[in-house]
């Protein structure tokens, strides 16, 4: 016998003993698999109701605290938002609950959770501050739908308030998004939240200018306006003496609709009055004196 005869028939045996130690691993763990999903389908089954059960409870918890919140004339957008919200914290607990009969360490979830938790504020940092003034916005209610304001020296009609921006449509018929958050730290006017507001005029005239006449042509230019309030009274005072002319303060309330219209009506029939009763309006002038 030579020596690769003696070899093939020692190497053969031991090739098959680590073969059917193989097999022999896996049956045993297709063995193991077999009896952990007989042991735990009962527990599987449970999770399956819970969720489903849980997910349905969710939804007509969600129904019932929307249907609520829409008779309390809530705003649109902080009840869905809050529904939302309800339904997600629901659908939570509900997944802890299944997992917990499913016998998964709890601890290890709450840690995975808060660890992800943390990674997405961290993230989202922004987002969570116009989120924050979103709420401020919908539940402190400085200004609804539909009035005008001026945000950050922007001045629009708010056309929405979302849960992250606020859509305002300027004059001029741009539509500018501010972020909540930038919202709630500006300075905010809101020009409708009453329903009447003043207009603040200067007219100016020349020193040589009767004073007496010009008050009476721009309180006629006034009365001459069915727009004007006349509660609070009109006020028509002498407010200053400049370099070339005498300021005249002209104070008017107004609704909010009538603004814009009742200023520019007012400037042009003050123009007009000024110029048939011979009042000057001072302009810059430059005199040049020529030596030889």
Known sequence: MNDESLVSETTTPAVAEVIQEKVDEASNFITDV???????????AIAVIIIVVGVLFSRLVSKIISQTMKRSNMDNAAR???VSFIRIVLYV????MALSVLNVPMSSVITVLGAAGLA???ALQSCLTNLCGGFIILFSKPFLAGDTVEIDGTVGIVETIGILYTKLKTFDGKSVLMPNGKVTESKLINYTETPTRR???TFEISYESDFNKARQLILSAVSESQMILQEPAP??????????????DVLVW???DNYMEVKYTLNETVKRLFDKGGIEIPFSQLDVHLHK
């Open 120 to 122: 997405v504020s961290l």
């Open 254 to 256: 107004v609704e909010n």
């Open 34 to 44: 077999k009896d952990y999903f007989l042991n735990i389908l009962p527990l599987l």
């Open 93 to 96: 607990i509900v997944i802890i």
């Open 199 to 201: 207009i603040d005029m």
């Open 80 to 82: 869905s938002f809050i």
């Open 235 to 248: 006020i028509v005072r002498m407010s200053g003496h400049k370099e070339s002319a005498i300021a005249i």
